[in-house]
């Protein structure tokens, strides 16, 4: 056999293999989601077992454009929905990682200025799923915002590069939405 003829008998074996895990995954009715708190018991951790009724933040020019600089583009929604109650706001957003990526659903609360804690509800990605654990989610807390940026860096998670941004940048659209909010 020729070394091209190798190749290519190798590569038909792949895709037949990666065919036949995709049919089962499916059959299997498989998902790469994972659903780590439903927004009612994030809405509980913040808030005890009698979460405020939802407020709604319209979002006019001005409010776009401060949220615009913080989040890197225009905030998809023009309405939010947040929670305030005993000196504390909560936030569920929406963001990707990266264009093409599905959206990751986390929920942020803010008290006094800072991040008090942050939670991934929803992690729709193959990868990154790190972002998730509680000892990633712990270097969030305390977090201020300093311009548009974060007042001290987050450490990275190696495979996770693109998953750690998108919570930094959830985190400082979070604060920016507090700040805004009526």
């Not at 989040?71 to 504390?88: H, N």
């Not at 569920?92 to 093409?100: A, E, V």
């Not at 190696?158 to 009526?182: N, Y």
């Amino acid at each position: 056999m020729t070394g091209k003829f190798k190749l290519v008998k190798r590569a038909a074996l792949c895709a037949i293999l990666i065919g036949a895990f995709a049919v089962r995954s499916a059959q299997a009715g498989e998902s790469v989601w994972t659903t780590y708190e439903t927004p009612d018991a994030f809405l509980a951790e913040a808030f005890g077992s009698a979460p405020p009724a939802a407020q709604m933040l319209e979002l006019d020019a001005g409010k776009q454009s401060q949220v615009a600089a913080v989040f890197g583009r225009p905030y998809p929604q023009s309405r939010l929905r947040y929670w305030r109650a005993g000196g504390r706001s909560a936030w569920i957003l929406d963001d990707l990682g990266k264009q093409g990526y599905q959206l990751t659903t986390a929920g942020f609360v803010v008290k006094g200025g800072e991040i008090d804690f942050a939670r991934v509800l929803i992690y729709r990605e193959s990868r990154g799923e790190q972002v998730a654990d509680p000892s990633f989610l712990k270097k969030l807390s305390g977090l201020r915002p300093n311009g548009n940026g974060l007042n001290r860096e987050v450490d990275g998670i190696s495979g996770a590069t693109l998953s750690v941004k998108m919570m930094q940048r959830m985190a400082r659209t979070a604060l920016t939405l507090d700040s805004i909010a009526p």
